[in-house]
């Protein structure tokens, strides 16, 4: 019966992260490898980012344009906003599909949203990564690595330290079925600051580390190391979002940049 | 914490999608 339940449990949650997400990694690769009809379209220098400006993202660059005069460094850090907050509002309602979140004290559920957002944000982010560059657009466009790198600081430190995260991840070659369950796992954690009910959330957190621990080994029988790799990785992202945190502050306070109220609310007292 | 962070609040309650930036 016990392996019934997991096995359920692990059902939902992938269920949950299929139906919530607009990207996944198999239609990340699918793009990736060139097995879609169109290719994405590639943004590689300032040209290029103008023309995706003016078909793929025209939507996201600023209501009436708003941004059209300001250099491109501004204007890709918006567009970066504009996808983390939809993929945080993306992750908030997957994490209500998770068997016994939404039962949870809802300033315990603020908490773990907050701590787990960008952990999540980031492990799925590598999914659209490859060594040369990021989906951005719902897929139809590519932005290259190089280019992103070739931006004034701060902003060119931004992703880079994304991809030497993702390039190592990746190499874990999970699939969704996994990833599903490693971002419940991320969100569903006991140890964050200001929790209330830790108990019951540390009882969720060890249903869903066990029922990933089965799943990868019946997922990936040749890798028997793949859950303890997987959990450094957790220790990874919890680093990678406080450098996050640092380069927004930084920018926030020197450069003349918006930021979105919802991940204002995230940042602020984060850590 | 739920005055503090006031989207995550309703996101949580209703789904709503936050506004533009």
């Known amino acids: ?271 | 914490l739920q005055e503090k962070h006031k989207i995550l609040h309703k996101l949580l309650q209703n789904g709503n999608t936050p506004d533009e930036v």
Not at chain 1, 50 to 61: G, S, Y
Not at chain 1, 83 to 92: C, I
Not at chain 1, 95 to 124: C, H, I, R, W
Request: aromatic share 8%; proline share 4%.
């Open chain 1, 1 to 271: 019966p016990q392996l019934a339940d997991q096995k359920t449990l692990a059902r939902q949650i992938y269920e949950a992260y299929l139906k919530n997400f607009n990207m996944n990694k198999a239609k990340a690769r699918t793009i990736l490898t060139g097995k879609t009809c169109t290719p994405p379209f590639v943004i590689h220098d300032m040209e290029t980012l103008q023309l995706a400006e003016q078909t793929l993202v025209a939507k996201m660059v600023g209501s009436a344009g708003a941004l059209k005069d300001r250099e491109a460094e501004v204007r890709i850090f918006h567009c970066c906003q504009c996808t983390s907050v939809e993929t945080v509002t993306e992750l908030t309602e997957f994490a209500k599909s998770v068997p016994g979140f939404s039962s949870l004290d809802l300033n315990d559920q603020v908490t773990l949203l907050k701590y787990g957002v960008y952990e999540a944000l980031f492990a799925m982010l590598a999914s659209s990564m490859n060594k040369d560059g990021l989906l951005v657009a719902y897929g139809s466009g590519f932005i290259t690595r190089e280019f992103l790198k070739s931006l004034r600081r701060p902003f060119s430190d931004m992703m880079e330290p994304k991809f030497q995260f993702a390039m190592k991840f990746n190499g874990l070659e999970l699939d969704d079925s996994d990833l599903s369950l490693f971002v419940a796992a991320i969100i569903c954690c006991g140890d964050r600051p200001g929790l209330v009910n830790v108990a019951h959330i540390e009882g969720m957190q060890e249903s869903i580390v066990q029922v990933l621990q089965l799943h990868l080994l019946a997922n990936h029988p040749d890798d028997s190391f793949l859950f303890p790799k997987l959990l450094q990785k957790l220790a990874d992202l919890r680093q990678l979002v406080t450098e996050h945190a640092q380069l927004v502050q930084e920018i926030k306070k020197t450069e003349d940049t918006s930021l979105h109220p919802l991940l204002q609310e995230i940042y602020r007292d984060m850590y």
